[in-house]
């Protein structure tokens, strides 16, 4: 079997191993970048930009593929999956009107709206318009977040408290959100614990998988800026010491229900990952956002846990028979540690060489070029490190070792996964609930 994976992170380095676990399967990628990872696990790749759907076409129609799987929302964005159908390669991954759901955040909260579907914060969308409103708005709310209506690599969003104290400087990030985009989304800031809950479509039936939790903060304690995810980890019960079975039932329920709303808006059947940014506060689940792929770095706490084999799982998607398949996982515990170079994510070094000991943890590769001498990093987060064990503890100590033997100028959060952090996560939910 030929599958094209398109995408070159370090979520596609773990796709990759995933599918190529099914020794049928001969794997084709076509890449942004070189990721030597991917590129070990590959029959054949291609290098070149998401945007260049003829040259994808051909590489599918070349190497008969049987179908693809879409990593990144770039690609998702750019269409790709709408230009494989013409040369009849179905997709994991929705189409562009269907990406929406992560490439426009009004789309989604609109649909939940329509829909009456559960789980919207108070929120109001502006555009250079009614940029005169916002200040009314802000009035019925008490603290805000601001959302860029679009993609941003998940860097976009500014919530009060932590990015920005007064409304004042949420207006001025508003109007410096205009410039670039056609919206701006304000929301009600919610007091919770988030969590991440990767499912699993063929439009129909909606699949979760184990509940994850990233940490987006570059530093140790949930200190400094925000970027693409330091690390994340699963618990061996596949919840949170926070979270209970009825709260994941209820954000499982709110992705069916949006799955179908999509149908029906659209006409069209959502093929691939849904992604639910989820927070429990005072007043239950809300949804954050949804992305239409998996998360960086969740994917690798989740994809290495699969008992039932993937490929199966994806043609199931294809065929719209998921509902029919029994999907199993590990009941194991797992922490992802990311090494990142020094100053990352706003003055990161680069072309700097990193050397990789060998591990215990699984190894996925990110931003690293491969060179006649060695690893190079690009700039942006470069290597994830995966323990999995029997227990938080012992994944903890897994990735910890590894990601601690880098050399290199990297550095990485090493409070991610401990009994130290999580104990805060719960301490803090105990709080909202006045426990």
Known sequence: ?????????????????????????????????????????SEKIEIGNYSELEKIKKFAKDNGID????????????????????????????????????????????????????????????????????QDFFDNLEEVVI??????????????????????????YCKEVLES?????????LDGEEFSFQCLTDGKTVVGTPIAQDH??????DKGPNTGGMGS???????????????????????????????????????????????????????????????????????PLFKTDFVSICKAM???????????FEKKATVCKYAVPEGYPEAPV?????????TNANVYYASVDKKEDGLYMSGSRAIAFVGIADTLEEAEQIAEEAVSSVKGKVFHRKDIGTKELIQKRMDHVNQIFGK
């Open 1 to 41: 079997m030929n599958i094209l994976l398109v995408g070159n992170a370090a979520r596609e380095h773990v796709v990759a191993e995933t599918l190529k676990k099914n020794s049928e399967v001969k794997l084709y990628s076509y890449m942004k970048a070189n990721n030597p990872g991917i590129a070990s696990l």
């Open 67 to 134: 179908f693809s799987f879409v990593g990144p929302e770039d690609p998702l964005n750019e269409g790709v999956v709408d230009a494989l159908l013409e040369v009849n390669v179905e997709s994991i991954g929705p189409k562009k009107v269907l990406a929406k759901l992560e490439t426009s955040k009004s789309f989604t909260r609109d649909l939940l709206k329509k829909y009456n579907i559960e789980g919207n914060p108070g929120y109001k969308t502006f555009t250079k318009n009614n940029i005169t409103e916002i």
């Open 147 to 172: 959302k860029p209506d679009g993609l941003t690599g998940g860097k976009g969003v500014k919530v009060q408290g932590d990015h920005f104290d007064t409304k004042e400087e949420a207006l001025a």
């Open 181 to 189: 985009h056609e919206s701006v989304i304000v929301e009600e800031k």
């Open 216 to 221: 987006k903060r570059a530093y140790e304690d």
């Open 233 to 303: 980890y699963t618990f061996e019960d596949h919840l949170l010491p926070f979270l209970k079975k009825e709260h994941v039932d209820t954000a499982l329920k709110i992705t069916q229900k949006v799955a179908d709303a999509i149908k029906q808006e659209t006409g069209e059947y959502y093929r691939g990952v849904m992604y639910g940014g989820f927070i429990l506060g005072k007043n239950g689940i809300k949804l954050i956002e949804y992305n239409a792929r998996l998360g960086d770095p969740e994917a690798m706490n989740v994809l």
């Open 318 to 328: 294809i065929s719209q028979e998921l509902g029919n398949l029994k999907i199993e």
């Open 350 to 358: 680069k072309n700097e060489k990193v050397e990789v000991p060998s």
